[in-house]
């Protein structure tokens, strides 16, 4: 392990995150709730965000699995 990785991994445990990673961590937050409502119009959105190079990529980064 680098010495870079057990910082990275204390500033998670700690929960204090820069600036990036709390923004990506919102997005990811508001994509989720998205995908769990019940509005079908909303459903579209996300069906349509999903496939954006920016989703796409954030899930690739944290790897997380994509609901279908």
């Not at 409502?37 to 579209?44: E, G, N, S």
């Not at 069906?47 to 190079?53: E, N, T």
């Not at 899930?59 to 994509?66: R, S, W």
């Amino acid at each position: 392990m680098n010495e870079w990785m057990s910082v990275k991994e204390l500033q998670v445990l700690c929960g204090r995150l820069d600036f990036m990673h709390i923004y990506d961590q919102r997005k990811l937050i508001f994509w989720c709730r998205i995908s769990r409502m019940k509005i079908v119009v909303m459903h579209a959105c996300y069906g349509i965000l999903s496939m954006s190079k920016e989703f796409n990529l954030l899930t690739f980064k944290y790897i997380i699995a994509k609901k279908t």
